[in-house]
């Protein structure tokens, strides 16, 4: 069954986004796909046969027609298909990407977050993940290799804020751009928040959130040099800790613009110590951390620019907490949306695949779960399940059109009985498959209140 996501109607609508077929047009002929009015496809159709497919499988030249025969392209072949696959194709498909995220993106505020984070205009959390890809892009992509075989993986770098339920950054790069190398692709804005792992932390990072009046925190990572904040001597973190078991402490960075942080540690349970030291040695490949690295491990340690200076090692235990929040966004990509799935296909048709993917993982996500799960937590006090409500989407897509019609109806204050009796029915089944069970133990959207 293809995704209904958009089907049928012009303009091509969800919830506040609106991509019209004059829009289509525009961005076809500025890119170069369309010169004059085509005969066999139409870039709506094109555009069209990619979302209807796009989630459901990796799409060849004769799928991608097939779509296109339906969508009213009786001329559409295999063969022409793969003629427009090309440089102008992907960067018509960017520019639609580009204008659906500029357009759904806005502010909620921050009502309802706790406290120590209620200062903050975005809260946001970044990561990245690897696709694998077919061995004949390893030029393109890179990969891992050794004598005798080699593996080619793209990397997925995403960030979600955590207060709008939105997405604000994607990008497609090759797996030798690592996340030093892409953390200044992340646009700051004063008042931001951001949570990212030690993959990204670099001294020039945490400069440039401070000149944008930015906030981040990262987990201390071995190598990194700190300095005394009076006397700018080297600051010995592990003998420090040694000494008297935790730190809480201003220091500077050993850069140019010697940049202050706060250091904030405490000793762990000796539980998740040992499993650190077991996940470390396994990583290495047989190359063992040293003696301070193993004993480092011992302790959880942050790095915390101004805003935070206030919170307690609880605190930031808890807050840097939520980055996992977009481990469990890249889950649900690919446990339930098949975000992984390529065939061979060429760098062109891959690039176009996982921009339009990426599109349609951003209406699942940011216009369709945060406004349910703020409905549901206001008419039925529960809340929903990212992960439950995307599996249930990927198993029935057909139902996207009526929650789609549900969030409508609700934003529009329609009345009429039989309207209300369709929102009702909506509202028990999203409750029944897509909330989280009862319990004591609190979930994500309990806990954090991301419900305003």
């Known amino acids: 069954m293809s995704c209904p996501l958009f089907l049928s109607s012009i303009p091509l609508m969800i919830g506040s986004a609106s991509i019209n077929n004059l829009s289509i047009i525009s961005h076809a002929v500025s890119s170069g796909f ?15 046969s990619f979302i209807d497919s796009a989630l459901q499988r990796s799409p060849s030249f004769n799928d991608l027609a097939t779509e296109m025969e339906a969508l009213g392209n009786p001329m559409a072949s295999r063969q022409a298909v793969a003629k427009r ?6 960067l018509f498909i960017q520019a639609i990407f580009g204008e659906f995220l500029a357009q759904h993106i806005f502010p909620n ?14 809260v946001i959390v970044a990561d990245s993940t690897l696709i694998k890809l077919p061995a004949w892009l390893f030029e393109v992509f890179s990969g891992t290799a050794n004598s005798t075989t080699q593996s080619c993986h793209c990397r997925i770098q995403a960030a979600y804020d955590l207060v709008a339920m939105q997405f604000i950054y994607f990008s497609i790069d090759p797996y030798s751009k690592n996340d030093v190398a892409a953390a200044p692709d992340l646009a700051l804005e004063p008042g931001d928040l951001v949570l990212r792992d030690r993959g990204y932390l670099t001294a020039g990072e945490i400069q440039r959130h401070l000149a944008a009046e930015a906030h981040c925190i990262y987990r201390h990572m071995t190598g990194t040099i700190y300095l005394e904040l009076d006397s700018k001597q080297p600051f010995d973190l ?9 730190v809480d402490k201003m220091v500077c960075l050993n850069n140019a613009q010697r940049t202050p942080v706060r250091l904030v540690g405490a000793a762990i349970d000796e539980e998740s110590a040992n499993l650190r030291r077991m996940r470390s040695k396994k990583e290495t490949h047989g190359h063992n951390p040293s003696a301070v690295v193993l004993a480092m491990m011992s302790w959880s340690v942050y790095l915390v620019t101004d805003a935070l200076w206030e919170c307690t090692f609880k605190d930031l235990m808890v807050i840097y907490g939520l980055r996992w929040r977009i481990e469990i966004i890249f889950k649900s990509w ?34 369709l779960y945060g406004p ?5 937590k206001k008419v039925a006090k ?4 990212l992960m439950k409500f995307i599996h249930y989407l990927a198993l029935h897509p057909a139902k996207i059109i009526e929650i789609h019609r549900y969030l409508t109806a609700v934003a529009g204050g329609k009345d009429e009985p039989s309207t209300k009796e369709a929102c009702l029915r909506i509202a028990n089944l999203l409750v029944k498959y897509c909330c989280y069970d009862r319990r004591k133990r609190p979930n994500f959207n309990t806990q954090w209140a991301f419900d305003a």
């Open 85 to 90: 696959c090309t440089a102008s194709a992907l």
């Open 109 to 122: 505020g921050s009502k309802g977050l706790p406290g120590c984070l209620r200062d903050f205009k975005r």
């Open 238 to 246: 592990f003998a420090h800790l040694q000494q008297h078991g935790q």
């Open 334 to 367: 690919k446990s339930h949306l098949a975000f992984a799935k390529v065939h061979h296909l060429s760098e062109t048709q891959l690039r176009i695949l996982l921009t339009v993917r990426l599109m349609l993982i951003m209406a699942y996500t940011d216009m």
């Open 34 to 48: 369309m010169r004059r009015m085509p005969k066999k496809i139409s870039p709506r159709a094109f555009l069209q």
């Open 372 to 376: 349910c799960q703020r409905r549901l």
């Open 382 to 385: 529960r809340d929903l399940s």
